[in-house]
């Protein structure tokens, strides 16, 4: 089945520092599946923060960027300075486009040091 | 606007006793709807999906079902709980049709002892 691999955390940054939080995929059913990023901040619900639809392409949102790679099968997550308020715990996704299984991967939480 | 909303907020069951949680979808006709769950330290796994009332298709096997009685309700359900039934029971909905953005809810916890 398909499967999503993502930084083991909890993960650790300091205010004004950069962050990458690695993401690889194997979708077993479809080349090109849809990849998500989904957020959870402290005391709210699960909540999408960014997805592409299309190999090679880049989505962002809130700072936070990501870009398809089909030929790595990864789906990075990056900023290049984060702030307090972006602890949480992240989640990487993927979608096989009609068939409605989602796949998540295990979580990273994040922790910004102020 | 649309809300989701799930209960119970938390419980705590026997192992052997039935369980039985639900989910509500207000200002969407006939999204999709899912059941997700994620063991303490572990994955959000897909339970269930649902395209249409009375329609439920399992991903994965964890002795539980799941109900679509009415277009914006969906019951997950078990007659009787393990304790690796223990965790945190997510519902979402989605537009569907391949738009595959989840819209998820508070989620309940469950505790099995």
């Known amino acids: 089945g398909d499967s999503v691999t993502q930084t083991e955390g909890p993960v650790t940054v300091s205010e004004s520092e950069s962050l990458i939080i690695n993401c690889t995929y194997s979708a077993t059913s479809i080349a090109y599946p849809n990849l998500f990023w989904y957020v959870r901040y402290p005391g709210e619900g699960l909540q999408l923060l960014l997805k592409v639809i299309t190999a090679g392409q880049k989505g962002s949102s809130r700072g936070f960027e990501a870009t398809y790679n089909k030929e790595t099968t990864s789906f990075h997550l990056q900023k290049a300075s984060v702030q307090e308020s972006d602890s949480a715990v992240y989640y990487c996704?993927?979608?096989?486009?009609?068939?409605?299984?989602?796949?998540f991967g295990a979580g990273t939480k994040l922790t910004i040091k102020p | 606007a649309q809300t989701i909303h799930q209960w119970p907020v938390a419980e705590i069951k026997a192992v052997g006793s039935p369980l039985s949680l639900g989910c509500t979808i207000k200002?969407?006709?006939?999204?999709?709807l899912y059941w997700y769950w994620q063991a303490t330290g572990g994955t959000l796994q897909q339970l269930f999906y649902?395209?249409?009332?009375?329609?439920v298709e399992s991903v994965v096997q964890l002795n539980l079902s799941a109900s679509r009685p009415k277009d914006d309700q969906f019951i997950l359900s078990t007659e009787k709980l393990l304790l690796s039934h223990s965790g945190f029971y997510l519902c979402?909905?989605?537009?569907?049709?391949?738009?595959?953005?989840?819209?998820f809810g508070s989620g309940t916890r469950l505790t099995v002892l």
């Open positions: 649902s395209i249409t009332v009375g329609q």
């Open positions: 979402a909905w989605s537009l569907g049709q391949g738009a595959e953005t989840l819209y």
């Open positions: 200002g969407k006709s006939s999204p999709n």
């Open positions: 996704a993927l979608g096989e486009g009609g068939n409605e299984k989602i796949t």
